[in-house]
């Protein structure tokens, strides 16, 4: 008898087959088991805490994701896609996962009696052409000429994506804001240019929206409250240079043979300082802002001269004035021509809470603006700025695809309804996954019930019935446990955050049905700690 071929280093693990399939099947549900009641406006939040013991609170499904530091290779697949869509869209970062893990669901007890992984793929693919076909014939377009219209649409939106938030109940008042700053951008709509500011303390409601760069005082020596504080129309210097006297690098050396050279060397420090704050005052700038520190003597000078200035201005905030007020980040003050200072109609430092705030208004290039949040605990204001990131997202969405759905499990019921009744003219096992597709897609209503406390079958058969009667839009009303016009209802979102949730949960679907064999390396299952002591320079062994 022949010895047995041996082809890959001791220790590894093979799996392949039919079981393995269903293992990593299992593993998606796991992953969607743990965000499941996130979904929708009644779902719940999640209290996560790191090693370090940081603790964040959050309803948000890749936020959750992420935090959990998932190992499992196949699972990690719908950490992906929340993420994607995260990056992609903004928002249905939760309805993603559901989606992919409920495909897996369906489609299980296929691969357990022996159906080819190919087949399925192959039925996912043409039923998620055909729903995006139907989402796009269905969805509702904009008429951009209409701007009234327009900015109401974005509103609903906005508040739509947030009503699923821990910020829901003021959710009229940050539509508003999320859409008025979404306006104030140019044309290419850069996330950049909208700075998010917290501000502990106050309620929700006195958060505020500049319309141009606010960011928190620095750090500011001796002399400087005698700064003025408020100027109109300044111009504004932007640098990346060091005004104060340097200490010398590490190991300079220099030798003196009298005290007169010592003296000549300091003074030679003084005067290449002065030089450089004289040219910085001759520029005409009245507000001076360094990326680097600026020291007390030219604290004091300025203000001996009504200058302002603020040193280690983090750098994400000079960019945003640069881009507000025009001009340039300096690394030289040899040049301080009229064409590289900025200029705004009004700056002011003022109080906000209990920290103070440099406020640039009016600015002339401006298509950039902040927002200031108030709120109680830093938990708090974390979610509502990731809630504000979502709804800015979809509202950016909005305004490039111009067509919407209704969302409450309305669309997703009406392209169920569409697939189902097209699996039937059609001959072969491709009928069973179509149909498969289409009963996996009826998890966001059903889920949306659960959350909410609801009977879900019970609402689910009114929704089949109402949507063969032709009630496209019909979807799970939240509020009063039954079902509604959610079209009329106002629950709307972009169609593309819908095309893109279905696209991405059917690609990670097949992606891990494509997947026949998992081969893990023993190198890569040791222990982590003793990994990480190997490069301290321990012997290996012998």
């Not at 959750?64 to 869209?89: F, G, M, N, R």
Request: glycine share 6%.
């Amino acid at each position: 008898m022949s010895a047995p071929v041996i082809l890959l280093k001791e220790g590894t693990d093979t799996s392949q087959g039919t079981p393995q399939l269903v293992s990593n099947i299992n593993a998606c549900q796991v992953i969607a088991e743990a965000i499941r009641t996130t979904l929708g406006p009644r779902g719940m939040d999640k209290l996560i805490v790191d090693d370090r013991g940081k603790a964040t609170i959050s309803n948000d499904g890749a936020t959750i994701l992420k935090l959990l530091d998932v190992v499992h290779p196949a699972a990690k697949t719908l950490v992906d896609i929340a993420k994607s869509q995260d990056a992609e869209v903004g928002d249905g970062t939760t309805s993603v996962t559901l989606l992919a893990a409920e495909f897996l669901r369906q489609i299980k007890s296929y691969v357990e009696e022996g159906l080819h992984p190919q087949i399925i793929i192959r039925s996912f693919r043409t039923a998620t052409q055909l729903a995006v076909e139907k989402i796009k014939s269905i969805a509702v377009t904009v008429k951009k000429d209409d701007k009234e219209l327009q900015r109401e649409l974005f509103e609903k939106c906005a508040a739509t994506a947030l009503s699923s938030k821990l910020i829901a109940p003021q959710k009229d008042f940050f539509s508003k804001m999320v859409v008025e700053a979404v306006m104030i951008l140019d044309d290419l709509l850069p996330l950049k240019m909208i700075g998010i500011k917290k501000v502990q303390g106050g309620g929700l409601e006195e958060s505020q929206l500049v319309a141009g760069v606010a960011f928190k005082k620095t750090f500011s020596y001796a002399g400087f409250e005698m700064q003025p504080k408020k100027y109109t129309k300044p111009k504004i210097a932007l640098l990346n240079v060091e005004l104060e006297l340097k200490a010398e690098k590490d190991n300079a050396e220099v030798r003196v043979a009298n005290v007169e050279d010592y003296q000549a060397i300091v003074d030679a420090e003084w005067s290449i300082l002065y030089d450089k704050l004289e040219k910085v005052h001759l520029s005409g700038a009245k507000v001076v802002l360094s990326k680097l520190p600026i020291g007390d003597v030219a604290t004091q000078y300025f203000a001996d001269r009504d200058l302002f200035c603020a040193g280690r201005v983090p750098e994400e905030d000079l960019k945003r004035t640069m881009m507000a007020c025009g001009g340039s980040i300096q690394t030289s003050i040899n040049a301080m021509t009229d064409d590289v200072l900025g200029q705004c109609e009004q700056f002011e430092e003022a109080q906000v809470g209990s920290e103070r705030y440099n406020f640039f208004t009016g600015c002339p290039k401006a298509k950039t603006c902040t927002i200031l949040l108030r709120g109680g605990s830093e938990q708090f204001m974390d979610e509502t700025e990731r809630s504000l990131h979502d709804a800015i997202m979809i509202v950016r969405r909005a305004i490039k695809n111009d067509s919407v759905v209704a969302g409450g499990g309305a669309i997703e019921m009406e392209i169920s309804k569409y697939l189902r009744d097209y699996s039937r003219t059609i001959p072969g096992k491709v009928q069973l996954l179509i149909g498969a597709y289409a009963k996996a897609l009826e998890v966001i209503p059903r889920q949306l019930c659960d959350n909410a406390g609801f009977d879900a079958t019970n609402i689910l058969n009114k929704l089949r019935a109402k949507h063969a009667q032709g009630g496209v839009w019909y979807g799970v009303d939240v509020n009063n446990e039954d079902i509604a016009d959610n079209f009329e209802a106002c629950v709307w979102e972009p169609a593309i955050v819908r095309i893109n949730a279905l696209t991405a949960a059917s690609e990670a679907a097949c992606l891990i049905l494509s997947v026949d064999e998992t081969i893990r390396n023993p190198r890569s299952t040791m222990d982590p700690s003793a990994a990480k002591s190997r490069g301290k320079g321990m012997p290996m062994g012998r």
